[in-house]
């Protein structure tokens, strides 16, 4: 399959593109910056420069051709303020859903994050973050010309992998390495029976196969 991924310089994302690659598929990383093409061509994915905040749908539309899925990995990320996380985690997850059915694109795999909610209390940048995704994952979910997932991982951690977790419609709280958030990622791409499934990600005891395998009903 060829892939696309917004938030191609992210590191969820550049796990996922040597996972994909190194399984015969062909990542395409959307990127900001022409400088970060490097890490992601040694990752095995083909970068796009194309800033999210700014492009039309016609022109994400444009880099989504021949596309058989999209990821959107995107994030404002910390340090960024309350109008970022609308224009990122909000705008260009929504956008990318635009581009996709302007493309024809129907796969699309969100990395959401547990306790998004779009009326998720408070005034902190967290806050505002929650209601951000939550927002972006209500307005995906409305799509039907789309077949979506939208993963909600727990805390997100730098360890190694185990490649066992827990993934369900609910987990409760916990922490999951980036590699497993990846790799999982990768499994629901191969699984066309996730669509239409909010799942939340915590480190658990499952081999992530057979927890990818066990929600769609296998």
């Known amino acids: 399959m060829r892939i696309v991924i917004a938030g191609g310089h ?87 859903a635009d581009a996709a059915e302007r493309a024809g694109v129907r796969r699309y795999v969100v990395v959401s994050s547990m ?15 929650l209601r951000a995704k939550g927002s972006a994952d209500d307005e995906i979910r409305s799509r039907t010309a789309l077949d979506w997932t939208i993963l909600r991982p727990g805390s997100l951690t730098n360890d190694a992998g185990t490649g066992l977790v827990r993934l369900e419609a609910r987990t409760g709280r916990g922490p999951v390495p980036r590699d497993d958030v990846a790799a999982v990622v990768a499994e629901l791409l191969e699984t066309p029976a996730t669509a239409g499934l909010t799942l939340e990600l ?17």
């Not at 005034?123 to 973050?129: C, G, P, S, V």
């Open 10 to 96: 992210g590191q969820i994302a550049l796990r996922l593109e040597r996972l994909l690659s190194a399984g015969g598929h062909e990542p395409v990383g959307i990127i900001r910056r022409p400088e970060q093409a490097a890490d992601l061509r040694e990752a095995g994915a083909e970068p796009v420069v194309l800033d999210l905040e700014t492009a039309s749908s016609h022109m994400v539309a444009d880099a989504l051709r021949d596309a058989d899925a999209v990821v959107f990995a995107a994030g404002a990320g910390p340090g960024s303020g309350a109008d970022r996380k609308d224009t990122v985690d909000r705008g260009a997850a929504v956008l990318l």
């Open 202 to 218: 915590t480190s658990g005891s499952t081999p992530l196969s057979v927890a990818v395998k066990a929600v769609a009903g296998n």
């Open 115 to 129: 306790g998004a909610d779009a009326a998720h209390p408070g005034e902190e940048i967290f806050d505002t973050y």
